[in-house]
């Protein structure tokens, strides 16, 4: 009340009995001279509950977001980043404020930009999500294969406001996918070629029996007994 009557107009909230009361303080001037002040309290328990729940919920996606082992970002219609968290940052090997504004294939080999490009059309074509596969070269000159979902978002009219992409780094399983149907393709060749070999030797192992059967010199039993 001291600051209302030096003339400020004063608005605060406080907690009173479980209740959060929203209170303004109003001076009343005659000529220069605060003769009274007028309060008004209004209960906005219910709103400042939901704002703070909604502030709550927001920080807890934001942590989430940000401490993802995805890459996630949101980008505009016209394709912008808007935003980007530490992962989606580390994939680009890029700092966040220099990847803001620019399009995501400003960060992808040529040889990714047009295929990411239609993908992104057509979430804006379908407002819906796609997923696929590109690759990224990393830092140490290798490859990296990643999995993509694009995402629209929508305004209340339907329109689509704008696109969230997760980019999941699935390169170790593809690694080991690789290896595992090497292996496949090794012991498929293998038994094949054992096949191939035991065949034949079968053939030249019965006839030796036989031929160990018939009169033989004593250099020809030494030759078959070598076979």
């Known amino acids: 009340y001291e600051e209302a009557y030096e003339g400020k107009t004063i608005s605060y909230e406080m907690d009173f009995q479980g209740k959060i009361i929203f209170t303004t303080l109003q001076p009343v001037f005659e000529g220069e001279r ?14 400042t509950l939901a704002e703070r729940h909604i502030q709550e919920s927001e920080e807890r996606n934001r942590i989430l977001v940000e401490n993802s082992q995805e890459g996630i970002l949101g980008f505009t219609t016209e394709g912008e980043i808007t935003s980007v968290n530490q992962a989606g940052c580390l994939l680009t090997q890029t700092r966040a404020e220099d990847m ?25 074509r379908n407002g819906d ?3 696929f596969e590109i690759a990224i070269p990393s830092a140490d000159g290798g490859r990296r294969d990643y999995r993509v979902t694009l995402s629209a978002y929508h305004h209340a009219n339907g329109d689509v406001k704008g696109i969230v992409g997760s980019i999941h780094d699935f390169t170790e399983v593809s690694m080991r996918h690789a290896a595992d149907q090497a ?11 054992s096949h191939e070999i035991r065949t034949p030797l079968n053939g030249i192992i019965g006839l030796s029996q036989l031929l160990g059967k018939t009169p033989l010199t004593e250099h020809q039993k030494d030759y078959l007994t070598n076979i």
Not at 34 to 47: C, F, K, L
Not at 183 to 193: D, G, L, T, V, Y
Request: proline share 4%; hydrophobic share 45%; net charge negative.
């Open 34 to 47: 605060v003769v009274e002040v007028i309060g008004s309290a209004t209960d906005v328990t219910e709103r």
């Open 129 to 131: 999500n796609v997923r």
């Open 183 to 193: 292996n496949q393709a090794k012991s498929h060749f293998i038994a094949k070629m």
């Open 100 to 124: 803001l504004g620019l399009p995501m294939t400003a960060f992808l080999p040529a040889s990714e930009q047009e295929l990411w490009e239609t993908y992104f059309q057509e979430v804006l």
